[in-house]
Nanobody, 122 residues
Framework: QLHASGGGLVQPGGSLRLSCTASELTLRSYTIVWFRQAPGKEREGISCIRRTSTGTNYADSVKARFTISRDGAKNTVYLQMNSLKPEDTAVYYC?????????????????WGQGTQVTVSS
């Protein structure tokens, strides 16, 4: 029910913007988290925007480089990623939960996108 897009190959220091859209959910009614999973590593919650508000949270690994935002009219949540590093290489997923607070625990999220690959390499 969620669709993540916008991944690709980018050089270190570059930028990408990921999008999370939904066909049957009104995303402003859900807390949305971007997770990522690199090969051989555990899934990591990196950015959250709380439902019905603009409150956001970021993991230390992406703070000051990534920005999460919401466009209610387009029913889309974005993840703007700047100053990308090779260690940002991963599959990125968006997930939605009806709860009003942020969580980095994947089990708290009922709805998931299919993932989009981000590769940072020269």
């Amino acid at each position: 029910q969620l669709h993540a897009s916008g991944g690709g190959l980018v050089q270190p220091g570059g930028s990408l913007r990921l999008s999370c859209t939904a066909s049957e959910l009104t995303l402003r009614s859900y807390t949305i988290v971007w997770f990522r999973q690199a090969p051989g590593k555990e899934r990591e919650g990196i950015s959250c925007i709380r439902r019905t508000s603009t409150g956001t949270n970021y993991a230390d690994s992406v703070k000051a480089r990534f920005t999460i935002s919401r466009d209610g009219a387009k029913n889309t949540v974005y993840l703007q990623m700047n100053s990308l590093k090779p260690e940002d290489t991963a599959v990125y997923y968006c997930a939605a939960a009806a709860r009003g607070i942020c969580s980095w625990s994947g089990s708290d999220f009922r709805y998931w996108g299919q993932g989009t690959q981000v590769t940072v390499s020269s």
